[in-house]
């Protein structure tokens, strides 16, 4: 798999988070208490976050270093699902999941449970049915990483793990690594090989 490696520090608030990270597992779990900087690192891997000093490299390409490379985001080929699932109000889950795709959405909308709502515009979705279209949108976009930031949260436990199960199954398919952020053991034992704790500003490897 694609080898994914972090060297960089972060202000956040009055404390400096830093990250020495390097993987080639083609799943990570990263966990740790509320406020660590889980969230923060997946924005920073997604290239919405600016402020973070220091080196990314993904699969042999600088996305990031300390004098002036800065890949955007449309270019880095993440799919990255952030915890509110930002939708386009306007459009509806068919359009949603088209806006540019690169796949096929009618097996992505089947394999997630949302192909009944294809019709629907997202004020009509629950919590739980907007995370499956968000999850959809970035799934479909072909990308080269996939980033999660507590994807099932709105779900009830049996159906989290058994679409915990479904997008592991996929990306393992497509061969495309992912990243979750999850404060539940069983999305992250659905989801990872390997899990990485985020705490007091540190990040460190506990599993895989």
Do not use: C
């Not at 990314?56 to 993440?78: H, I, K, N, S, Y």
């Amino acid at each position: 798999m694609a080898e994914l490696l972090v060297h960089l520090d972060l202000a956040l608030g009055t404390r400096v988070f830093h990250v020495e990270l390097g993987s080639s597992s083609p799943a990570i779990a990263l966990v740790g208490p509320s406020g660590a900087g889980k969230s923060t690192l997946l924005r920073v891997l997604a290239g919405v976050e600016g402020r973070a000093r220091g080196t990314v490299r993904f699969g042999g390409d600088l996305w990031q270093d300390e004098v002036g490379t800065f890949v955007p985001a449309w270019q880095r080929r993440a799919g990255w699902v952030p915890q509110d699932g930002v939708l386009f109000p306007h459009l509806s889950v068919a359009e949603n999941l088209g806006y540019a795709a690169r796949l096929d959405v009618a097996p992505l909308a089947a394999l997630l449970g949302i192909d009944h709502l294809l019709a629907r515009r997202p004020r009509h979705l629950s919590g739980g049915e907007r995370q499956g279209v968000a999850r959809g949108r970035a799934m479909a976009s072909d990308p080269a990483l996939l980033l999660l930031d507590e994807p099932f949260s709105a779900l009830d436990r049996p159906l989290r793990a058994q679409l915990g199960a479904a997008v592991r199954q996929w990306a393992q398919a497509r061969g495309t690594p992912l990243v979750a952020v999850s404060h539940d053991a069983g999305d992250v034992e659905a989801l990872a090989d390997e899990v990485w704790e985020i705490s007091a500003g540190r990040v460190q490897r506990v599993t895989g």
